[in-house]
């Protein structure tokens, strides 16, 4: 069963109706409102997901809901949880400043009975909400949280993409791998921004480089719509390359402002929270020979197709795999387990992602077998992600690097390897 619930927004989204919308029926959840805590072997398992259907990271939401989706799909066909469909709610996280949209996403999916909900994208979006899902002993499965002081939040926390250690490091070691000894970062004042800009600073002074621009106290306020003193700013300092770190709202106004300023655009580098294809939206060949980086394996062709089978208007495949890993893992926890609770999927998250060894399966049908005869596994996962640590993170993950061309459309170049420390 999917089912999507838009709550009516009176500030972020005036005018937006409540929407249920079901298929693939499989029973009713029932209307008794109750904690993660309250299902069991006899209860469905019922997903929620926090993911970005509006705001300044709307272009993830549709492939990380079309993971979730995708996995459902390859969890039923292959006979459920414990005898029972599986169940996915879909709700809006919006962003960091309508913080009011998740709030009221988290509260209608705990009345819903889910005992785990998958997002949010943003890490300043968790941390608004953090506390109430783990709080009601909920499993939260991000696909997409980077911040590092996540790491070991809570026991109900895990999280399918890497802390900003990995993709920090990598996007550090790619600019200075280019030549750069005087990067510049063009940065938000987030907590995703601000955290992935300390690893690359980090990261350019052990090395001997310099950070030129975008040093604490040099962020930028996430509302703002004029770059131009910014920009400006960045450029009296002489970078040699500038990484940009904030989301698609800032984005395309600081690359027309460092176009305009005449800066060589194939110096400048994206992240995973400004990686989309821009195509038509600058001048053709402005972006040609720009570089991005993007935690995961590049998903395979056969992925793609499937997940096209789902969605088949995605343009892009960004924190898919993770958010269909979160769910397959949840899932085989719960089997683990024999219990849908989330207290008994919290227990066993680990266990089925490998971290105590155990035989390898790629498929949930692959892993639902071996758990049925009593072995342990270790679930190969999709994004390419290593088994869960003792931070609930992923112990390993590979980051993507991607090469805009003269389309202004971003291509798979490499993947590097990384362990969390």
């Known amino acids: 069963m999917i089912r999507s619930t838009h709550a009516v927004r009176a500030a972020a989204l005036a005018g937006a109706a409540a929407l249920v919308l079901a298929a693939c029926s499989s029973g009713d959840s029932g209307d008794d409102a109750t904690d ?50 599986i169940e996915v709610v879909h709700t809006d996280s919006s962003d960091a400043e309508h913080a009011e949209v998740a709030t009221q996403s988290v509260q209608d999916l705990i009345s819903q009975d889910v005992s785990v909900i998958v997002g949010a994208a943003s890490s300043s979006v968790t941390r608004n909400v953090i506390d109430d899902i783990t709080g009601a002993k909920i499993v939260q499965i991000s696909p997409a949280n980077t911040a590092t002081d996540l790491s070991g939040y809570s026991d109900f926390y895990f999280r399918t993409a890497p802390p900003d250690t990995v993709q920090g490091s990598a996007l550090a070691n790619l600019i200075l791998g280019d030549g750069a000894v005087n990067p510049g970062v063009i940065v938000f004042n987030d907590d995703y921004g601000t955290s992935l800009r300390n690893v690359v600073e980090e990261v350019v002074t052990d090395q001997g480089a310099t950070l030129a621009y975008g040093t604490e106290g040099q962020e930028f306020d996430p509302n703002e719509t004029n770059f131009n003193t910014i920009v400006s700013g960045a450029l009296a300092t002489n970078p040699d ?3 940009i770190i904030a989301f698609t709202t800032q984005t395309p106004l600081i690359v027309s402002e460092l176009a305009a300023q005449g800066y060589d655009m194939s110096k400048v580098y994206f992240v995973d929270g400004n990686l989309t294809q821009f195509g038509e939206e600058f ?5 040609e020979g720009a ?11 056969e992925f793609q197709a499937r997940l096209l089978e789902v969605n088949d208007g995605l343009t892009d495949f960004s924190y898919a795999a993770e958010s269909y890993d979160a769910t397959i893992l949840a899932a085989l926890a719960a089997v ?3 219990a849908t609770d989330g207290e008994t999927i919290q227990a066993n998250m680990a266990a089925v992602s490998g971290a105590d060894g155990g035989e390898k399966c790629s498929t949930y049908a692959d892993c639902l077998e071996l758990l049925d005869a009593g072995d342990d596994i270790d679930y190969e996962a999709q994004s390419g992600a290593g088994p869960f640590n003792a931070d609930n993170d992923p112990s390993s993950a590979y980051i993507g690097v991607y090469v805009f061309g003269a389309d202004n459309k971003y291509t798979f170049a490499k993947s590097e390897f990384g362990e969390v420390g």
Request: aromatic residues 2%.
């Open 291 to 301: 570089q991005g980086t993007l935690p995961g394996a590049f998903p395979s062709d």
């Open 283 to 287: 001048q053709a060949g402005l972006l």
């Open 336 to 338: 683990k387990g024999g």
């Open 36 to 85: 993660g805590a309250s299902a069991d072997s006899g209860s469905p398992l019922i997903v929620g997901t926090l993911l970005p259907q509006t705001g300044s990271l709307a272009q993830l939401g549709p492939p990380e809901i079309a993971g979730v989706d995708l996995a459902v799909k390859d969890i039923n066909e292959a006979g459920g949880v414990l005898g029972s469909d």
């Open 241 to 243: 390359a500038i990484a």
